[in-house]
């Protein structure tokens, strides 16, 4: 003889246990269809294929789960869903439209993190690319400035030896100072421009024994400028452009001024030089400098050379303020030290 409860309790644990085997299945089937999914890569595909198949699956996994979960009520636990209904048609249709509903949510969150994954991720390698082209293309632009500043040099103590090999011997000295310094700075961007005024320093004396007393130079910056940092060799290239195109064309030779001031959080950076601006001069090393900048500094970086006035080519460059920290000190010598030996 069974108590009443008894019965209500017999009833309840085969509702729980109903219950339970229906979250079972949903995870079985879910889990399947996840299967089908990373197979089919349909986390790849477009909205318009998706969608269709989303849409397909979750009618299939519905119908399966009704008929599976009936078929378990009426012979495994005894339980009759349907006393509540009027008629079959209507119970089987009710089933399929909720349970393909919850599928259908379920679906639009699982694609919804994994098409956000993607976008994030497609972001990240679009950067990386970027960033990898970038440093590929400075390379190559190091690549044709760092010979063509030292075979110019070379020239200039090959034109000495035989004039006088003592100065010669000083300019090698110098050659090679500045050949170690590009080394240590070979996978640096930008140096400060302190530093790159020590490297100018130098060539402008080795420039100097080729020219003697046709090159003077004068050199004036404010000394907020002096920890901005420049790409390596920027201000190099404008005075070697200055001395090639304007004092080496002067029979009385020239100066050559350079000077740097704040503009704003701007860097303005000034190189003049004797004579007149040809605009068909001025070839690699100018447009590498131009490059750098931009890869460098971006779209509001400029590099403009023109007539200051008539017997005078002015070259500007302005270099806004960069997010990053400020350019590492070349080498492990103090400036004091470089100032010295240069």
């Known amino acids: 003889r069974i108590t009443l409860s008894a019965f209500f ?4 644990w085969k509702h729980v246990a109903f219950y339970v085997l229906l979250v079972g299945v949903g995870v079985l089937l879910t889990h399947l269809y996840r299967l089908v999914a990373k197979r089919r890569d349909w986390a790849n595909m477009s909205l318009r294929q998706l969608a269709p198949r989303v849409v397909g699956a979750s009618i299939v996994m519905a119908i399966l789960l009704h008929f599976t979960m009936d078929t378990a009520a009426r012979h495994v636990f005894e339980l009759d869903f349907h006393e509540e209904i009027d008629s079959e048609v209507g119970y089987f249709l009710g089933s399929v439209v909720n349970v393909g509903i919850i599928i259908m949510v379920w679906s639009l969150i699982y694609f919804g993190v994994h098409y956000f994954w993607n976008y994030r991720q497609a972001e990240v390698d679009k950067w990386k690319l970027e ?45 090679a100072r500045l050949l170690r310094n590009t080394l240590q700075v070979d996978d640096v961007k930008t140096v400060p ?9 130098t060539y402008l004396k080795l420039e100097s024994v080729r020219f003697e007393d046709r090159l003077r130079y004068d050199i004036d910056i404010d000394e907020e400028t002096h920890c901005r940092p420049v790409p ?50 001025g070839g690699t090393g100018l447009d590498n400098a131009r490059e750098r900048l931009q890869l460098l ?46």
């Open 193 to 201: 421009l302190e530093e790159e005024l020590s490297t100018v320093r």
């Open 232 to 281: 390596f060799m920027l201000v190099q290239t404008l005075v070697e452009n200055g001395i090639k195109h304007g004092v080496a064309r002067c029979q009385e030779g020239g100066v050559i001024t350079i000077g740097a001031h704040m503009e704003g959080n701007d860097l303005c950076i000034r190189v003049t030089n004797p004579g007149t601006l040809d605009t068909e001069e």
């Open 131 to 175: 960033a990898q082209a970038e440093t590929a293309r400075l390379k190559a632009l190091k690549l044709q400035l760092n010979p063509h500043f030292f075979f110019n040099s070379l020239n200039s103590v090959r034109a000495l030896i035989a004039e006088d090999p003592d100065r010669a011997q000083r300019m090698v000295t110098r050659l």
């Open 297 to 342: 500094f971006g779209e509001r970086a400029s590099l403009t050379v023109e007539n200051a006035d008539a017997e005078t080519v002015e070259a500007t460059v302005i270099l806004p303020a960069r997010s990053e920290p400020e350019a590492p000190m070349m080498g492990r010598e103090s400036r004091e030290a470089v100032a010295a030996r240069t």
């Open 9 to 12: 309790r017999e009833v309840a």
